[in-house]
């Protein structure tokens, strides 16, 4: 008789296999089918981890140049030496990756390499990259396929001087110019890299703001921040087209305030204008499982498709493209199909941007509050004030959190500073406890600690703030 599995989850990312350990976990019979070389998706491979490994190193070389002599380290004759950086990058990226394959051995999960499509419902067949064809049974499939990167219909990608976030990862050499098409969290944060290692960066944004849907009063300052380290941003500018010439990439596009039509020439341009979920080749439409316009597979609070022994979960379906969501999502399926209530509170996902400073936030901004007529108290205090960043030397920022003015309950913190990523962390603990400033303000915060300006913030909510 044919092997059959509980549960089969189809891509390797964060969300798969997060989601295949705890199904492991809870012992179900659980398979897990890759199509690329290595395990750990778009996160591990060539998201968040390379990226973070050339924000860290690239932190340094900057902090080599500008910050060290103010700590009385005087470094002379600093050099950049690019194929190292890239290097250890690499080492992190396959250590991590590793790791990953090293936890399916361990969890007894069996590992399939190949591309997965749907055949039935319980059914997938898995093509090797040498032609070879399988097919297994289950009783569950998850899908878990992520996302690709968007390429712009008018700007497209030549891998070289047109590049995507997986190229701007690995460029050969520091660009004289690069210029960044879209100020979302991928276009800030690898800006930023090359910033630091010397090329001059230009941000084109499509809207009048950067970072998305982030707070406003966060984003505005995190940018002025930004343009004084030497980022130059062009808001309101809509890119109409790109040509590749001797001199570098002319990107054409309209100024939507002047109305007019400009150039702006770059030798290399990141287009950083977003991801889409990713679903070629996969058999949905053999299923009828349903996808909206753009590619989203639609699914119920349960993560189930429109057949229902077939679920979805991480980048491919609705939310935040974040790997932390798409984890959670995996393991609630993982818990659901073990008979468990297996659930993800939406309200709590935290999201970060790492550059320097970081913006971390976690709930509603001020603007969503506004819209929804919800009335808040806010309360906001700088790094300025806080003796461990002024030890550490990086005083930019503040946090700011908004707690609802009637219960006092926290519905939003939004950090601008040092490690914001991590100052953030006993913010979503307290909201998906439904806690109140008044509970932050209450708690300890050891002494000197970035975490600190979290309690002064969350005092000055009921306008008692005590250092400053
Ligand atoms: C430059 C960059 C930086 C980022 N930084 C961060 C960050 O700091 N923090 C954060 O939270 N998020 C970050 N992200 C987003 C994060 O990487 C994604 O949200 C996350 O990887 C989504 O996880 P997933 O499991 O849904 O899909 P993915 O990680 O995309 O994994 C899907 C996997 O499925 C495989 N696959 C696809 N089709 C098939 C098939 N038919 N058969 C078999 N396998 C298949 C793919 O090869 C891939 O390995 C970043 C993304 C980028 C591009």
């Known amino acids: 008789m044919a092997e059959v599995f509980d549960v089969v989850y189809v891509g390797a990312g964060p969300g798969g296999y997060t989601g295949a350990i705890r199904a492991a976990q809870l012992g179900l019979k659980t398979a897990i089918i890759e199509k690329g070389p290595t395990l750990g998706g778009t ?21 080599a140049l500008h910050e060290l002599a103010g700590h009385g380290v005087k470094v002379k004759d600093v050099q ?40 039935t419902a319980n059914q997938i067949e898995i093509a090797g990259a040498d032609g070879t064809k399988q097919v297994i049974d289950t009783k ?21 001087t047109i590049i995507s976030s997986t190229e701007a990862l690995s460029l050969p050499a520091v660009p004289k110019h690069l210029v960044v098409i879209g100020g979302g969290v991928i276009g800030l944060e690898l800006g930023s890299v090359w910033l630091r290692l010397g090329s001059k960066v230009t941000v084109l944004e499509y809207t009048d703001h950067i970072c998305g849907a982030m707070d406003l009063g966060m984003t505005k300052k995190l940018q002025t921040i930004m343009a004084k380290q030497g980022m130059e941003f062009m808001l309101e500018v809509k890119v109409t087209g790109a040509k590749s010439g001797k001199g ?27 991801r889409k979920p990713y679903s070629e080749g996969l058999g949905l439409e053999t299923l009828g499982i349903e996808r909206d316009k753009r590619g989203v597979v ?19 379906i609705r939310g935040p493209m974040l790997a932390h969501k798409a984890e959670e999502e995996g393991v609630a399926v993982a818990e659901i199909l073990a008979g468990q ?3 993800v509170n939406y309200e709590t996902v935290p999201g970060v941007i790492y550059t320097w400073p970081e913006l971390a936030s976690v709930g509603a901004t001020e603007e969503e509050l506004k819209a929804k007529g919800i009335e808040y108290n806010s309360g906001s205090f ?19 959190i908004l707690a609802d003015k009637t219960t006092d309950r926290v519905l939003g913190v939004h950090v601008l500073g040092p490690r914001a990523s991590d100052v953030l962390a006993e913010a979503v603990v307290a909201m998906e406890f439904g806690g109140s400033a008044e509970d932050i303000a209450r708690s300890f915060h050891g002494h000197p600690t970035l975490s600190e300006v979290m309690r002064e913030a969350a005092l ?7 250092q400053a």
């Open 43 to 63: 996160c591990l491979n060539v998201g968040c981890i390379p990226s973070k490994a050339l924000l860290d190193s690239s932190e340094h070389y900057a902090g």
């Open 298 to 316: 639609n699914v119920n609070d349960h993560f189930q498709t429109t057949v229902p022994n077939v679920y979805a979960i991480g980048d491919l």
């Open 460 to 466: 000055a909510v009921a306008k008692r703030a005590r």
């Open 140 to 160: 569950n499939i998850v899908l878990a396929t992520g996302s690709v990167v968007n390429e712009l219909p008018t700007v497209p990608f030549d891998g070289k």
């Open 80 to 119: 950049l030496d690019l194929p190292t950086m890239m290097g250890r990058k690499e080492k992190i990226v396959k250590d991590l990756t590793n790791g990953v394959a090293y936890l399916m051995k361990k969890n007894k999960i069996t590992h399939f390499t190949g591309k997965g499509k749907l055949v």
């Open 382 to 400: 700088p790094f300025t004030a806080n003796a461990r960043a002024k030890a550490i030397g990086m005083t930019d920022g503040m946090v700011k």
């Open 248 to 274: 570098g990439v002319e990107v054409s596009y309209e100024d939507i305030k002047e109305k007019t039509s400009k150039t702006i020439t770059g030798d290399v341009v990141l287009v950083a204008t977003g």
């Open 341 to 343: 209530s297996g659930h």
